[in-house]
């Protein structure tokens, strides 16, 4: 890979430019930050780990028939992706009741519903990401209702795949959050990362928190529990 050419960087990552025509190198940081940038450290070996996560997650839901801009793994901290344009909302997840959703609606954490609930939030720092719904979306140009049709579909797709991949790492799927892009023919693609800063997992054995909440809630022992996600994935994937 030759020199990169920064385009963008954020609280976790930098978007690099490349000389692979419609790729580019995304590389992960050890900065941490919560509560909208209220909260700030650096966590030592996040980066690597959350490449190393975010890889096989993202590898794994390609080889599984979901399309996502990861390509390759290129060392440590970097991975090359297809570029697309970003939605400009998220699409969280949930499986069990927990963070935002438990505090709005005054439920205890935990609470594990019947049906799978989708969230849809706006994705705007000054505004604090407000949870938005399909006819927002659609109003605002941000998607039709066909394209928010196949991205739920897609979502409920990666839920069930991910659910038995943690499942089998001993882990349970509490939510996560993931973003969207089209690619330049129009097809959606999964963007972003997949790592224990966009979800929450929890130990199926001790319903320990293995994911951001240790750093949002100052549990402690942030590093080692990347760590160990990192080390059970790659166990069950054989990396
Ligand atoms: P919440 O409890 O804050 O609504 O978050 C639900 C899940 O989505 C949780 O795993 C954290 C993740 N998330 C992000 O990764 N980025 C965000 O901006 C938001 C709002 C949530
Ligand atoms: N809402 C997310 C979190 O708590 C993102 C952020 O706060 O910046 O991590």
Redesign the pocket.
């Given at each position: 890979m030759k020199e990169l050419k920064l385009l963008y960087e954020g609280?976790s990552k930098i978007i690099y430019g490349c000389d692979v025509d419609g790729h580019v190198v995304i590389r992960f940081k050890d900065d941490a930050?919560?509560?909208?940038?209220?909260?700030r450290a650096i966590i030592e070996n996040k980066g690597k780990m959350n490449c190393r996560i975010s890889s096989m997650v993202l590898g794994y839901l390609n080889s599984h028939g979901v399309a996502t801009h990861f390509v390759e793994q290129l060392n440590d901290t970097d991975q090359l992706c297809r570029c697309a344009k970003h939605m400009a909302f998220e699409v969280i997840v949930r499986n069990v009741i927990a963070?935002?959703m438990a505090k709005r609606l005054g439920l205890d954490e935990g609470l594990t519903p019947e049906n799978v609930i989708f969230d849809l939030c706006l994705k705007s720092?000054e505004l604090?990401?407000p949870l938005i719904n399909d006819h927002h979306a659609v109003a605002l140009g941000l998607a039709t209702y066909d394209e928010l049709a196949t991205i739920y579909a897609i979502s409920a797709k990666i839920n069930t795949l991910l659910c038995e991949l943690f499942d089998k790492a001993g882990i349970s799927l509490v939510d996560f959050?993931i973003e969207f892009g089209r690619t330049a023919v129009g097809d959606l693609i999964l963007v972003d990362e997949f790592t224990p800063?966009t979800c929450r997992l929890w130990d199926k054995a001790t319903g320990e928190r293995m994911d951001?909440d240790r750093?949002?809630r100052d549990l402690g022992h942030v590093r080692e529990t990347y760590e160990e996600v990192a080390s059970r994935l790659a166990n069950i994937l054989k990396k």
């Open positions: 609280n930050t919560a509560f909208y940038n209220i909260k963070g935002s720092d604090g990401d959050k800063d951001k750093f949002r």
